[in-house]
């Protein structure tokens, strides 16, 4: 079984700053990559960022300049930080990866940390 924890979230105001963190942990052969998704009320989830084990990195348009991916691949850890975080960028935040448990690859997501941010 393969597990995604995330920690890091919380309230800050505008301006401020957050790191997220998330470790996959569980029997698995090799991390392809992994990434931030975030869901507002109201609103589809959507990609913040993402990363490749190789550090190839992906981000929203939004976040660009702002937040930062980041991988630990001994550790099994990728972080999201965020700065000069806006009221937009409320919501729960979601760590993915894709994994490799044997052969194929398959997705898995976290549980979810909230992110609010008061204007």
């Known amino acids: 079984q393969v597990q995604l924890v995330e920690s890091g979230g919380g309230l800050v105001q505008a301006g401020g700053s957050l790191r997220l963190s998330c470790v996959a942990s569980g029997n698995f052969f090799r991390i392809n990559s992994m990434g931030w998704y975030r869901q507002a009320p109201g609103k589809h989830r959507e990609l913040v960022a993402a990363?490749?084990?190789?550090?190839?990195?992906n981000y929203a348009d939004s976040v660009k300049g702002r937040f930062t991916i980041s991988i630990d691949n001994a550790k099994n850890t990728v972080y999201l930080q965020m700065n000069n975080l806006k009221p937009e960028d409320t919501a729960v935040y979601y760590c993915?990866?894709?994994?490799?448990?044997?052969?194929?690859?398959?997705?898995?997501w976290g549980q979810g940390t909230q992110v609010t941010v008061s204007s």
């Open positions: 990363i490749t084990s190789g550090g190839s990195t």
């Open positions: 993915n990866a894709e994994i490799i448990r044997r052969i194929i690859p398959s997705n898995y």
